[in-house]
Structures are given as structure tokens and as C-alpha cells.
């Protein structure tokens, strides 16, 4: 019987013709990627269970990205980085992209792509929720603790369970006035935050194979917010010609087999969802963004793995062109990629860069997951009072991006843009021809 | 684990997510540290909202000002216990603060896989929500052999789920232990 395609991933990875849905099995790893919050905490989880002269199973294999608590003066965020650099040195590990130097990227999840570390038909774990982004590749992708990740570094397998897999087919292009952020924010109104618990989630539909792959990396990024396991969309020649441009290494493009079975199939006409919002205190409590027009904001924040990717800043920059905010308006590029893009790219003869400041936007200085969860409390664009905030970020939970009397919202970058010019929630179609 | 976990319960709703349990500024302090691990004990639970701190009234501090350790030793919780993001600090931080076992109605699944692999507490379920009957202050006991939550302080029973796929691990201490144990490395 055919296997889904996390199913055969899996199965290919552990050895085996075949697995079913439940079965536990070992799968060795193809990469492995840590940052500076969680990174301490496996290294010496690693020494601990290995012995403090281990070396990791392939150098080649693990990823160290340091981008949560960066731009701070918290002296023991600083202590983190400080930990991964002693690691890397006694590791002698290629693939680190330190603070402070030109290698330095920020967001992980942005990162691995960009450095040609996401392949189609791999396994790839990270220390962090957010790792099922790279399901958009065509990869089993998820997050992990500091054991599991120490366990890995030291065998190079770790043990899975195999998840069924959700499908969520997407039907016809999107309308010019929505983004995959609509797409999954909708998607988890549906089924709740523990509507996808322990099962695969694919993408699927002429819907979702119309968008780029920074926005299919949108969708897949939220499966943990629904309990997913991971996300994975059928790698197809947008996959291919980006994974190429970044990465001379082999892959295997996996794809759902002949009579793959599937928990749950759900599907989606794409030009009956509207701008939708997520409002406190859950990523699942859904509404539109019409519904939530009367909500008066104090601040908008556009950034994160979820919202600060090019194609994030583009869909803003499109709205807030010629226009002022009303509110407190912080834009944080996902990565100094994206930092260079901001200031290179142009709407109309001005630079994005442009455009948001001009608009009386602020810039990070600095790529970072700043106040995507709070951070030390000098963080970039972190809520400290009980401020209401609309957000192209990830999750709401109380206390999600600091004071834990703050209100966020979260939304596509399309609306979080339209709400800043307002100074209320407001569906973009009000700024979008 | 023991056999046997007797304490106070601490009782919260349904999506205790990771922030609540271990708010995300204090995760640059040492787990390694013996002193600075405190920390973690110090701000468990902190992230809660205090209205519903602590089930049925809320308001009820999980750990004691100036302190790192609870009084409570059992959490009682809804569904989708422990959601949100990966960090281990988050089952590491009850530990710290004294909390043996958690009973709740599901879990969010990397939380229950930490909770696990990382031998820090055991992730019991229940299929009844039970949360709605026992009281924050309430003492109960826990029979494992016998998958059994018994309310000392109102002479309930209940049952809990068999712990399946991941006794072996909980029996073993940790997952290093059972990976050891099943010959997968020395």
C-alpha cells in the first residue's frame, strides 16, 4: 500500500520498506540545528551523557544559528553565544553563524534555507518549535528539547513516531488581497490548537502550489501552533530551482504514494477566505479582520519566521507606500539577508527601507527573533505594558511577546500594515485595488 | 519514577503554554548550574495569568515569593497541557519547583516527549476532566502500578491512561538510560 510522504521519508530513513502510522522507529538525521537559547542547554546534556572529550556524529550535519537574544545587554544571553562559540571551536563545526561577524544571519528558520541547508526528501530536527518551516522543502521537519537534541548529536538518530497526516487542500490562486498567513490562521480556527496533534499536516491544492516558497514556508511554520508534528508540501520545480540556486548537494524528491492513506482531507476555496486575524489570547480564536475593524491599536509589529521574510516586506511595503502610521510601527528583517533586500529592493523608484521609515516606521538595527517572545526586556519592539498589538508573529498565549496584560493580534502583513495606517484592525482591501 | 507520588494539587485550565510556564526572558539562566538552575524554580508557573493561577479561585501563587521550590507536588490540568514551543526549560522549570507528576487531558506532543526523554516529570492522562473536580490545595496520590489518582481529600478515584509506548523510558529514568538499556549505544 503507498505511504504518504512523511510516511516514506521516515520509512527510508529508518532502514525500512514500509511503516504505518504509530509505529515507533529510529530515523537517522540529516541535519540538526540549534541557536543560542537552547543550544547551552544540549551541549552540555551532550558532554554530560558522552563525555566531556565526545565529538558530535558529523560535523557536517549539525547547523548552530544563534538568533534569539542577540541585540541585548543581558550579560547571560551574551554567556549563550559565548557557550556555542567554545562548542563550535571544540567541535570544529563548518557550519556557524556567529554574532558579530559577517556570517551572521539571525532567524533560524530563514537561515537554513538561505545557507542551503533545507533539502527535499531529508530529516531534519531543531531545537525550536518553529523547525517545521522547512516542511515547505519537501522534509520532515520538527522541533525538539535539549535531550533529544544531545542524543542526536552524539548517534546521529533519534526516535520518531509516525505521525498520519492531515491533508488541506487549497482551491484556486489566492485573491491579491490575501497570504498564506490567511490561509493557516484560518486553517487552526478551524481544527483548534490541538487540532493537529501528533499528525503530519500537508499543504496541497493549485492554491498552495501557486505560492512562492517563502509563503509556503508561511504555512508550514504554523503547524505547531494547530499541535502538528510537521508540515510538508509536495517539493515541485519552484522547490527544486530554489534548493538548487542554494545548495550543490543531492536530494530525493518525495511524494505521496499510490493509495497513501490520510487521517483527514479538508478542502479550502481559496476566494471565500477573508483577511483573518487571530485574536488574544490564542492562535485559534479566529475572526476576520473586517469583524475586528472597531479595535484600537498601540502598536503593529512586522517580523519573525512567520512575517519577516522579503516577501513579507513586499506585501507591507505595498500598502504602506506614501502613507504615515498612526501607531508605534516596528519592522524586524528575519535575517540580514532580508536587512539587505529592505535597503536594495524598490516600489516605484523607493527603497522598502525607505518606505517604512518614511512611513514613520523604526527598523531594527539587527536580524533577530526580537519580540516574537518577549526576549530580556530590552528587547526590540517588546510589549511591556498592557499595549494591544497587531503582529504578523506566530502565537498570542498570554505574556507571548512580554507584559503578560498586553492584547496581541495575529495577522498577514498585508493586514497588520493597513491596521498601522488606521490605528485599528482593518482589512487590507481597503488599501488594495 | 516512585511508585507512588503523594502531594498537593496545583490546578490549571486548558493550553498552559510553554510561556506561561516558564515566561521566555528567563531562559538564559544555567540548567547545568546548581545555584543559577534555581532560577527556573523561582519563575515556574509565573506566565499565568493570576486570575486562573490555581483553580477554582486563581490567585493562588504556585511558588512562594523569594522561594525556588512549591508546596504543591501534583499539577492537575485541561487539555493540551505544556503547548507552544520546544524548550526543554519548560518540563526542567516544574521539576526545579518540586512537581513529580503532571495529570491533565492531553498534551501538546513535544512538551509530553521532553517531559519524557528528559526523565523530569511524568505526563499522566486522564480521559475525564478531572481538573473540574479536584481543587488547587486538594491531596492526592498516585498509584502507577495500579494507574490510579486518588483524591485523599475527597476519597475520589480515578482512572489514568496507560503510559504505552514511553513507560519503558519513564521505568528506564531518562531516554540516555533507555537507549543504553536497549543496546543502541554503551
Not at chain 1, 476576520?288 to 512575517?307: E, P
Not at chain 1, 535597503?343 to 523608484?349: H, I, K, Q
Not at chain 2, 498537593?8 to 510556564?21: E, F
Request: proline share 5%; with cysteine; charged share 20%.
Amino acid at each position: 500500500m503507498g505511504m504518504t510522504m512523511t510516511e516514506q521519508i521516515l520509512a527510508r530513513h529508518a532502514g525500512r520498506f514500509h511503516v504505518s502510522p504509530g509505529d515507533n522507529i529510529w530515523v537517522d538525521v540529516d541535519i540538526l540545528m540549534t541557536h543560542d537559547v537552547c543550544g547551552p542547554g544540549t551541549i552540555q546534556i551532550f558532554h554530560k551523557q558522552f563525555g566531556k572529550d565526545a565529538r558530535v556524529w558529523d560535523r557536517e550535519k549539525v547547523v548552530v544559528i544563534p538568533d534569539h537574544y542577540i541585540f541585548t545587554r543581558d550579560l547571560h544571553a551574551h554567556r549563550n553565544v559565548d557557550l556555542l562559540r567554545q562548542f563550535v571551536a571544540e567541535q570544529q563545526l563548518p557550519y556557524f553563524y556567529d554574532v558579530g561577524t559577517p556570517r551572521y544571519k539571525g532567524v533560524c528558520h530563514i537561515a537554513l534555507p538561505e545557507e542551503g541547508h533545507t533539502r527535499p526528501g531529508e530529516v531534519l530536527f531543531g531545537t525550536d518549535s518553529h523547525t517545521c518551516t522547512a516542511g515547505a522543502f519537501g522534509e520532515f521537519a520538527t522541533g525538539i528539547g535539549n535531550t533529544d537534541a544531545a542524543l542526536v548529536l552524539g548517534i546521529g538518530k533519534l526516535w520518531v513516531k509516525v505521525p498520519e497526516t492531515m491533508r488541506f487542500i487549497f482551491e484556486g490562486p489566492l485573491p491579491p488581497y490575501l497570504m498564506a498567513k490567511d490561509l493557516i490562521l484560518h486553517i487552526i480556527g478551524d481544527i483548534g490548537v490541538d487540532g493537529a496533534t501528533y499528525r503530519a499536516m500537508e499543504f496541497a491544492g493549485d492554491g498552495v502550489m501557486s505560492l512562492s516558497i517563502e509563503e509556503r514556508m508561511t504555512l508550514c511554520n504554523m503547524v505547531i501552533e494547530a499541535g502538528g508534528k510537521n508540515g510538508v508540501i509536495a517539493p515541485d520545480a519552484v522547490t527544486e530551482a530554489f534548493v538548487k540556486s542554494k545548495t550543490p548537494k543531492p536530494y530525493e524528491i518525495v511524494v505521496n504514494g499510490q493509495g497513501a492513506r490520510f487521517h483527514s482531507v479538508r478542502v479550502y476555496k481559496t476566494r471565500e477566505i477573508e483577511p483573518t486575524v487571530a485574536k488574544p489570547h490564542s492562535p485559534d480564536n479566529r475572526d476576520t479582520a473586517f469583524r475586528c475593524r472597531d479595535i484600537s491599536l498601540d502598536r503593529a509589529y512586522i517580523g519573525s519566521c512567520t512575517g519577516g521574510k522579503i516577501t513579507d516586506f513586499r506585501a507591507a511595503a505595498r500598502i504602506l507606500k506614501g502613507k504615515q502610521v498612526k501607531v508605534d510601527t516596528f519592522v524586524v528583517p528575519a535575517t540580514t539577508e532580508v536587512a539587505k533586500a529592505l535597503a536594495t529592493e524598490r516600489l516605484d523608484g523607493e527603497s522598502l527601507q525607505q518606505i517604512f521609515e518614511n512611513a514613520g516606521a523604526v527598523i531594527a538595527q539587527g536580524a533577530s527573533c526580537a519580540a516574537c517572545l518577549g526576549g530580556p526586556s530590552d528587547t526590540f519592539g517588546r510589549l511591556n505594558k498592557s499595549e494591544v498589538c497587531i503582529s504578523t508573529t506566530n502565537r498570542n498565549f498570554p505574556g507571548r511577546m512580554g507584559s503578560k496584560s498586553a492584547q496581541v493580534y495575529l495577522a498577514s502583513p498585508y493586514t497588520v500594515a493597513a491596521s498601522a495606517v488606521t490605528g485599528k484592525i482593518t482589512d487590507p482591501r481597503q488599501f488594495l485595488a | 519514577m516512585k511508585d507512588r507520588v503523594r502531594g498537593l494539587a496545583y490546578v490549571l485550565g486548558h493550553n498552559i503554554d510553554t510561556d506561561q510556564i516558564i515566561p521566555a526572558k528567563h531562559l538564559v539562566y544555567s540548567l547545568a548550574d546548581p545555584e543559577e538552575r534555581k532560577l527556573y524554580g523561582v519563575h515556574a508557573l509565573s506566565g499565568v495569568p493570576d486570575h486562573v493561577a490555581g483553580l477554582p479561585r486563581g490567585y493562588v501563587r504556585f511558588v512562594p515569593e523569594g522561594q525556588h521550590v512549591s508546596p504543591f507536588r501534583i499539577i492537575i490540568a485541561g487539555k493540551n497541557f505544556g503547548c507552544g514551543s520546544s524548550r526543554e526549560h519548560a518540563p526542567a522549570a516544574l521539576q526545579i519547583a518540586g512537581i513529580e507528576a503532571v495529570v491533565a487531558e492531553s498534551y501538546a506532543r513535544i512538551f509530553y516527549r521532553n517531559a519524557v526523554n528528559g526523565g523530569f516529570l511524568v505526563p499522566f492522562e486522564t480521559k475525564e476532566p478531572v481538573w473540574e473536580q479536584i481543587k488547587t490545595g486538594d491531596e492526592l496520590e498516585i498509584d502507577l502500578p495500579n494507574l490510579t489518582l486518588h483524591s485523599l481529600t475527597t476519597g475520589l478515584v480515578y482512572p489514568l491512561q496507560s503510559l504505552g509506548d514511553v513507560l519503558e523510558i519513564v521505568k528506564a529514568g531518562d531516554v540516555f538510560a533507555y537507549a543504553r538499556q536497549s543496546g543502541l549505544f554503551q
